[in-house]
């Protein structure tokens, strides 16, 4: 059985219909990513997932638990979280503070200073700024609070948003190394993600989502390959 499983997702801001049957599955270990243009129904997707939106119907399986029928803030206990777009750290709070949010479903403080000892090794420049209040970080210190925030939780899967938004290349080759890693680290990850190229280059496999609905699915490095996919998304 698949680690996250979404089956035939039915979601309407409003009389709008944003997502119409989409279907996909997560297994453990791998990184899948969704690609699609802005409006395609990614984000849509990951919010309806970790229950910021309600969906109309169709179901949402985590681990054979049913995320629909569990409050929004009780999923991160389930092992599941959320990079959102846009990051979104807390900006009048220092890094460390930051850090400590992620892991407020935790109780052992041994476990969760060893935790804070592993995102201080991924992330140096955590480290060094632990005191500085997060939101004088620069976008790519902000992005990778963000991720440490969320290693914190000890998540089984993490949802990330855009994580290469508004960042300079050279952050960008960064931040998807330290997604390898946390793959690599036994960390499940689904991405949504604009840059498709970069998505797919360490993704194991991928969605297309076009208008709501998932038009292509296959391995990524097929997918780099595709030519529909290549000239609508790879710029090539």
Do not use: C, W
């Not at 119907?57 to 959320?82: N, P, R, Y």
């Not at 790519?140 to 998540?155: D, H, I, N, T, V």
């Amino acid at each position: 059985m698949a680690m996250l499983e979404v089956k035939n997702l039915q979601v309407y801001y409003g009389v709008i219909q944003a997502i119409k049957d989409v279907s996909f599955e997560v297994n453990q270990g791998e990184v899948i990513a969704l690609i699609g243009a802005n409006g395609a129904g990614k984000t849509t997707i990951l919010h309806t997932v970790t229950g910021l939106i309600p969906a109309k119907s169709g179901e949402v399986i985590f681990e054979g638990t049913d995320l629909q029928k569990i409050a929004a803030h009780k999923i991160v206990s389930l092992g599941i979280a959320h990079i959102p777009e846009g990051r979104h750290v807390f900006a009048q709070l220092s890094v460390y503070e930051n850090l400590l949010m992620g892991a407020f479903t935790r109780k052992d403080k041994a476990e969760i200073e060893e935790s804070l000892e592993g995102v201080y090794q991924r992330f140096p420049r955590l480290r060094e700024r632990k005191n500085q209040f997060a939101g004088t970080l620069s976008g790519g210190e902000q992005q990778m609070l963000a991720m440490g925030r969320a290693l914190m939780s000890k998540p089984r899967i993490i949802l990330m948003d855009e994580p290469s938004m508004g960042l300079s290349p050279i952050l960008v080759g960064e931040i998807f190394d330290i997604i390898k890693s946390i793959s690599k680290s036994g960390t499940t990850v689904l991405l949504v993600e604009q840059n498709a190229k970069k998505a797919l280059s360490i993704a194991d496999r991928a969605y297309v989502l076009e208008t709501g609905k998932i038009v292509l699915t296959d391995d990524a490095k097929k997918l780099m390959d595709n030519e529909q996919v290549k000239k609508a998304y790879l710029g090539e």
